[in-house]
């Protein structure tokens, strides 16, 4: 079975991103990325977690600030996902971290994508028995 090419879809895709969709940026400060959402979502809450998200962006630089996972959940519509954007290659967050994170706040994390030359997205949904 070989690998499907992702190679030329654009980062808002591998997110996820539709025009319909309903967006929470929160400690997202990355101006690329901010500058190609912004325009392609109607609404977008910024610095706040808006109710029935579809996707929450949480930008986090340290360990501390993945303790806003578990209060963030409450804010995702069933099928939603909270993106989780963390430094890639540091030693004060690392992958295993987040990924701990996740767990601890009841979602179940089944995605990861490289954000831009310094960050990695990682996804966390609610478990399907949860939905």
């Known amino acids: 079975m070989s690998e499907i090419d992702y190679s030329h879809r654009t980062l808002l895709q591998k997110l996820g991103v539709k025009p319909e969709s309903r967006v929470s940026l929160l400690g997202v400060r990355d101006p690329n990325f901010l500058r190609e959402i912004l325009p ?3 609404n977008p809450a910024q610095h706040r977690a808006a109710k029935e ?27 939603g996902a909270i993106w989780v954007i963390y430094p890639k290659g540091q030693k004060h967050i690392t992958q295993a971290q987040v990924m701990t994170a996740i767990k601890a706040a009841g979602l179940t994390d089944n995605k990861v994508c490289s954000f831009s030359e310094t960050h990695t997205a990682l996804r966390a949904c609610i478990p399907l028995t949860e939905r």
């Open 40 to 42: 392609q979502v109607a």
């Open 53 to 79: 998200s579809d996707l929450i962006f949480l930008g986090v630089e340290s360990e501390g600030q993945l303790k806003r996972l578990d209060p963030l959940k409450k804010y995702i519509v069933p099928k």
